[in-house]
């Protein structure tokens, strides 16, 4: 028996696929992690005991950052995939989600599709204000270069809602994968969940996953932020967040200097009505 630090790269049914000086091994994993409620998930560093005829995975090294909706551990990047059209971006999701990483310090950028069928303008206006890099994607290879360049060294992962052209992308950065891809529901107006586990694959120096669908109720349920917090997720409020009283919401207050960069244009609508929403749905939610 020996064992070794690897990179967990692909999980189903409770088998691990981890990546060790540049091999990949097949493993089990203790029992002991499923009475703790602390499974092995995608991008855990993992110390792997290898015996005659099995590899069972002994250890979880420490996480800088854990996403459960996707399952994913140690992420450098997400990448928030939205569509100009079929569908189109459910806006409250995205901020949502944009939320929960700038709150566990993971870098965002948002990738708009499709957009040879419709313009993009209107997202990407409003997340360039809020400071967040958009990349524009068509039916041509263009503006892939970007994507590289941002993933490079990195553990990043495209997250978005169902039809939005994750694999379709994943496929156009890495065509040796020939990911399986799937038409958008007329009826739906949603894709069909192409994607039935989460892997990391080799880019750049670095590793991209493709999530399967993710749900808003997950989001609440399992990523707490204290309300008082969500100003620090917002990224584009928090020069305007010194206000005259320190209680100050940022909902309704008069004077809330966050409320008056609203009205100047400064941080743009769209964002401040995610906000107020998430605020409130923090507000009533017991944990």
């Given at each position: 028996m020996f064992e070794r630090e690897g990179l967990i790269v692909r999980s189903i049914s409770g088998f691990y696929t981890v990546k060790s000086e540049g091999e990949l091994f097949e493993c089990g994993a203790r029992g002991i992690f499923r009475k703790k409620c602390a499974k092995p998930v995608v991008g855990d560093r993992v110390i792997v005991k290898h015996f005659e005829n099995f590899n069972i995975i002994d250890e979880i090294l420490p996480r800088k950052n854990f996403f459960l909706r996707p399952a994913l551990a140690n992420l450098d990047l997400v990448l928030f995939v939205v569509s100009t059209c079929e569908p189109n971006v459910n806006y409250l999701v995205l901020d949502r989600l944009i939320a929960i990483a700038e709150f566990k310090k993971i870098d965002t950028s948002i990738i708009i599709t499709k957009t040879d069928m419709a313009s993009p303008d209107e997202i990407s206006n409003i997340y360039n204000l809020a400071g967040i890099?958009?990349?524009?994607?068509?039916?041509?290879?263009?503006?892939?270069?970007?994507?590289?360049?941002?993933?490079?060294?990195?553990?990043s992962a495209l997250c978005?809602?169902?039809?939005?052209?994750?694999?379709?992308?994943?496929?156009?950065?890495?065509?040796?994968?020939?990911?399986?891809?799937?038409?958008?529901?007329?009826?739906?107006?949603?894709?069909?969940?192409?994607?039935?586990?989460?892997?990391?694959?080799?880019?750049?120096?670095?590793?991209?996953?493709?999530?399967?669908?993710?749900?808003?109720?997950?989001?609440?349920?399992?990523?707490?932020?204290?309300?008082?917090?969500?100003?620090?997720?917002?990224?584009?409020?928090?020069?305007?967040?010194?206000?005259?009283?320190?209680?100050?919401?940022?909902?309704?207050?008069?004077?809330?200097?966050?409320r008056r960069a609203v009205e100047d244009g400064l941080i743009h609508r769209q964002r401040y009505r995610s906000y107020c929403f998430i605020y409130n749905e923090l507000k009533n939610t017991k944990y």
């Open positions: 890099n958009c990349i524009f994607i068509d039916n041509t290879e263009n503006n892939l270069d970007r994507i590289y360049n941002l993933a490079s060294g990195k553990i978005g809602n169902s039809g939005v052209g994750k694999s379709t992308l994943l496929n156009k950065l890495l065509p040796e994968l020939n990911l399986k891809t799937d038409q958008v529901s007329l009826k739906l107006g949603r894709g069909k969940h192409t994607t039935k586990t989460t892997q990391l694959f080799s880019i750049n120096d670095g590793f991209i996953a493709d999530t399967p669908g993710f749900s808003t109720v997950d989001i609440l349920k399992y990523d707490k932020i204290e309300k008082e917090n969500l100003i620090d997720c917002f990224r584009e409020f928090k020069k305007y967040s010194d206000c005259k009283f320190k209680t100050c919401t940022h909902t309704f207050e008069k004077g809330c200097l966050v």
